[in-house]
């Protein structure tokens, strides 16, 4: 079993930046694919950035890219997802999943088998 743990949300003005962070125990994650989701209010929980194992390949939600860095330090177990030019559309709650089965860049929330609790990032003035 994995556990997932998120940190690092809160209170942000549009523009702002905030780096989240999801520290992983249990097992090593160093091969699963790493994945950063969000729910925002009324919403169903969409897909942001995903990184496979190595860190060699990530992939964006279109809206996200070029603001948002999907990063990890596999000695730290840890992955991170750098926040920049907030806008208040991106107020969320984030989860941290972990894909140990496909371990590919994936952006389905099925393919990715353990889930933090999230942690919620508002981004208003």
């Known amino acids: 079993q994995v556990q997932l743990v998120e940190s690092g949300g809160g209170l942000v003005q549009p523009g702002g930046s905030l780096r989240l962070s999801c520290a992983a125990s249990g097992r090593t994650i160093s091969t699963y694919t790493m994945g950063w989701f969000r729910q925002a209010p009324g919403k169903e929980r969409a897909f942001v950035a995903a990184?496979?194992?190595?860190?060699?390949?990530?992939f964006y939600a279109p809206s996200m890219k070029g603001r948002f860095t999907i990063a990890r330090d596999n000695a730290k177990n840890t992955v991170y997802l750098q926040m920049n030019s907030l806008k208040p559309e991106d107020t969320a709650v984030y989860y941290c999943?972990?894909?140990?089965?496909?371990?590919?860049?994936?952006?389905?929330?099925?393919?990715?088998?353990?889930w933090g609790q999230g942690t919620q990032v508002t981004v208003s003035s």
């Open positions: 990184i496979t194992g190595s860190g060699s390949s990530t």
């Open positions: 999943a972990a894909d140990s089965r496909f371990l590919r860049i994936n952006i389905r929330e099925y393919e990715y088998d353990y």
